[in-house]
């Protein structure tokens, strides 16, 4: 394969490429003639290697392994091309038209796109199985011998990740604060209070309609919650996303953006409006689509801003 790829190269006309190539076969060959060589010399003694003699073969091997990875890496990414079947029909046919060659190049992208892609990790595949079960038949549908059903596990290899259903309930619980925490910290990029809280109602929009699954586990489940003693870091994540809101909402009172009053009172005003909406859209009582959603979401913000803006215009 390697003087078939110098061969490619050399057509065209990359000498440093060729020069490597050939030069990695000499010596892959003549440390292959190494390591036969004491094979032999072992065969007609009739004993075994010396450890120094052994040592040397080990480091010949190594040393074939290091630069036929070395060319490898030089002709695949380097060269950007990857040579497949039919090369017994070197050399004829590789001087010939590139396009008539049976020796065919492809770009290392297409190759790559065409790995398959790493399966999910099986605790992530668990809690999904367990949303599937509570949101098509409630708490009581969640039982770890249906969730090892879905998942294709047996029971006890399910313990191993969850000690019990409760640990599970808590770890789902968790894991939707912690999406719904990566969606909202997304409006911390904005430069200003108001651009902040804007794209704090964007995130919200954005985990509605990406995650609505979590959306119901977080805020339409209260018997999950009553049936769950969450531990204090859990809670503290969940309080964490309440006063992210709340902060927005003061920052923007502090800079003269919005109106004097409590940063309490219209954080909750505001929360209600965003709930009350993504609710009624999950609900399918908005009779809309996605983009009807955030549309009608982005409406009911801006009627809520010509009453708590500084600038609202009195009708």
């Not at 190049?105 to 999910?120: E, G, H, L």
């Not at 309490?264 to 009779?287: D, K, P």
Request: hydrophobic residues 45%.
């Amino acid at each position: 394969i390697i003087p078939t790829a110098a061969m490619r190269l050399l057509w065209r006309k990359d000498w440093l490429a060729v020069c490597n190539s050939y030069y990695i076969s000499i010596v892959s060959l003549c440390g292959n003639s190494l390591v036969q060589f004491f094979l032999r010399q072992a065969h007609a003694n009739q004993r075994k290697f010396s450890r120094k003699s052994f040592r040397f073969a080990r480091r010949v091997i190594r040393i074939r392994a290091d630069l036929l990875f070395f060319v490898a890496t030089r002709v695949l990414f380097a060269e950007k091309i990857v040579f497949s079947h039919r090369l017994h029909e070197f050399p004829h046919r590789l001087l010939s038209d590139p396009h008539e060659s049976s020796i065919h190049c492809t770009p290392i992208a297409d190759t790559i796109r065409s790995v398959p892609t790493k399966k999910k990790d099986p605790k992530e595949r668990i809690l999904s199985a367990a949303i599937k079960l509570y949101l098509s038949g409630g708490l009581k549908a969640v039982t770890m011998r249906r969730i090892a059903k879905s998942v294709k596990l047996t029971p006890m290899a399910l313990y191993r990740h969850f000690h019990n259903k409760e640990e599970l309930l808590i770890a789902l619980i968790d894991e939707g604060y912690r999406i719904f925490s990566e969606y909202q910290f997304r409006a911390l990029a904005g430069k200003t209070p108001v651009e902040r809280l804007w794209l704090a109602g964007n995130a919200y929009v954005d985990f509605t309609l990406e995650h609505p699954e979590f959306f119901k586990v977080l805020f339409m489940a209260p018997d999950l919650f009553e049936s769950t003693e969450l531990p204090e870091e859990v809670n503290t994540r969940g309080r964490a996303l309440y006063q992210f809101l709340l902060d927005r909402v003061s920052e923007g009172i502090s800079e003269g953006y919005l109106r004097a009053g409590s940063a309490e009172s219209l954080a909750r005003s505001i929360w209600a409006l965003s709930h009350g909406l993504a609710v009624l859209y999950l609900s399918q009582m908005l009779e809309t689509d996605a983009k009807g959603f955030r549309q009608s979401f982005i409406e009911a913000f801006m009627h809520m801003g010509a009453g708590i803006a500084v600038d609202a215009i009195t009708p």
